[in-house]
């Protein structure tokens, strides 16, 4: 059986041990030779890395693995990279926040002014790993989840339309997962959806289960009560206050439309002045973030160095994360299994831009994906992501061009932003934040 060499990109986050438990969970189909590590932070790095080394010793001695700063090393004999970089880290992630909630505007990850401060930083990063990736291993795939998604996708579509490079979205599982639940299911994988959008920025037109069943009307009366709060899904990832809220706020987001199930991150879109309501400018999603899974999972990490053993150390592997390995198998063995996936729009939402990166259902297979067309989407829908994927190409032209006037203009067409006065005054506090991370804007 062929088995085959991983590179995880942002070898120093803390997503990547339950990654690392996540492969070794599905060797029996998707079989590894070895796992390299790659990031540029090398103190960070070496915390996780010392801490899998152990586990891997213990649970998989027959994988090879190594971690390292130097991109040939990294990048050399390997068929499949996992992206999952922060440029700038949490430090820089609480300014996205704080900044703008400082104008009484949506402080985000990756919505809003936020989202496109981050995208700012990631395009680079992304391009120069993909780079990287086809320098020394031309033959290998990439399989990218770093976010903001919707504007990395548009960069490598711009600046490297060729590239074996699949971008994708963890979001939509988890909501998947919870609707399984509401229907009795088991798994999100006996369900067949249709959904059309951007990446956070989307919607279920179709649910059916593998008998053809509609599942939706069911869906439709679970999330009109409740939203998407408690459907239990396998994943702790998102449990925090925050989340809690976020699930709940889904009810209000649903009776827009009540033909569609919304992804939860509309919210901050269509209700930008209750987000803002009920934030703490003080303390923000990267606070919580920062004294909780960072500090428990490098907390774990050390322990495990400091003992020498990973037996009961603490790690978990990313139950949901399950999907990069399905679709690592359907580029390795041709599976022909359906994912959400960005891509190209041209034509699979006839009655939108041909050029928008759009996150639909497309088939996997070894030579790549097909889209699924979604046919004509409602004039709401329409609208709202005209605005918004002006906004993702405006802020890509920006980096491209090193443009003020572009930057500005995305920040002024942001749902969430209410006039370009204040577009302008984040931005001016946003570039002197971001020196040395975004290109020089003119």
């Not at 009795?184 to 989307?202: A, P, T």
């Not at 702790?236 to 992804?263: C, G, M």
């Not at 992501?385 to 930057?407: D, N, R, T």
Request: proline share 5%; charged share 25%.
């Amino acid at each position: 059986m062929e088995k085959y060499a991983i590179t995880v990109a942002g070898g120093g986050s803390t997503f990547t041990p339950g990654i690392v438990l996540m492969l070794l969970d599905h060797q029996d189909r998707f079989p590894i030779r070895s796992i390299k590590f790659y990031d540029n932070d090398p103190e960070r790095q070496e915390i996780v890395a010392k801490a899998c080394e152990i586990y891997l010793k213990e649970n998989a001695p027959e994988i090879e693995f190594s971690y390292t700063t130097d991109p040939e090393a990294a990048f050399t004999g390997i068929d499949f990279v996992l992206a999952h970089i922060r440029v700038g880290k949490y430090a820089m992630r609480e300014k996205d926040e704080k900044i703008p909630l400082k104008y009484g505007v949506v402080g985000q990850e990756t919505c809003g002014p936020g989202g496109l401060a981050y995208g700012m930083r990631s395009i680079g990063g992304v391009i120069e790993i993909l780079d990287y990736m086809e320098k020394y291993s031309p033959n290998a795939w990439m399989l990218n989840y770093s976010n903001p998604a919707a504007i990395v996708a548009e960069a490598t579509r711009r600046l490297r339309p060729d590239s074996k490079i699949l971008n994708i979205c963890d979001m939509p599982i988890d909501l998947e997962e919870k609707m399984a639940s509401m229907c009795g299911i088991k798994s999100r994988k006996e369900m067949v959806v249709s959904y059309y959008g951007l990446n956070h920025f989307g919607w279920w037109s179709k649910i059916y289960d593998k008998d053809g069943r509609d599942l939706l009307p069911q869906i439709r009366a679970y999330v009109k009560e409740n939203g998407f709060a408690q459907a239990a899904s396998e994943t702790n990832q998102h449990i925090d206050q925050s989340w809690r809220e976020t699930f709940t706020k889904a009810r209000d987001v649903y009776a827009l439309d009540p033909e569609t199930i919304p992804n939860t991150y509309l919210k901050y879109y269509l209700y930008p002045d209750y987000v803002v309501e009920h934030s703490n400018p003080e303390y923000t999603r990267a606070n919580e973030v920062m004294d909780g899974r960072e500090k428990q999972v490098f907390g774990a990490c050390r322990q495990i160095i400091e003992k020498g053993t990973a037996k009961d150390g603490g790690f978990e592997a990313d139950v949901h994360a399950s999907y990069i390995v399905d679709l690592a198998c359907a580029i390795a063995k041709n599976t022909q299994e359906r994912f959400l996936l960005i891509v190209p729009n041209e034509g699979a939402v006839e009655n939108f831009d041909r050029t928008a990166m759009v996150e639909i259902p497309c088939i996997v297979g070894s030579n790549g994906y097909e889209r699924i067309c979604q046919g004509a989407i409602p004039q709401f829908q329409k609208g709202l992501m005209e605005q918004q994927v002006s906004v993702e190409k405006l802020c890509v032209e920006a980096w491209i061009e090193g443009s003020y006037q572009k930057m500005w203009q995305a920040l002024t067409l942001s749902k969430t932003v209410p006039s370009a006065g204040v577009a302008k005054k984040i931005l001016d506090e946003m570039i002197e934040a971001n020196k040395g991370y975004w290109p020089e804007l003119n």
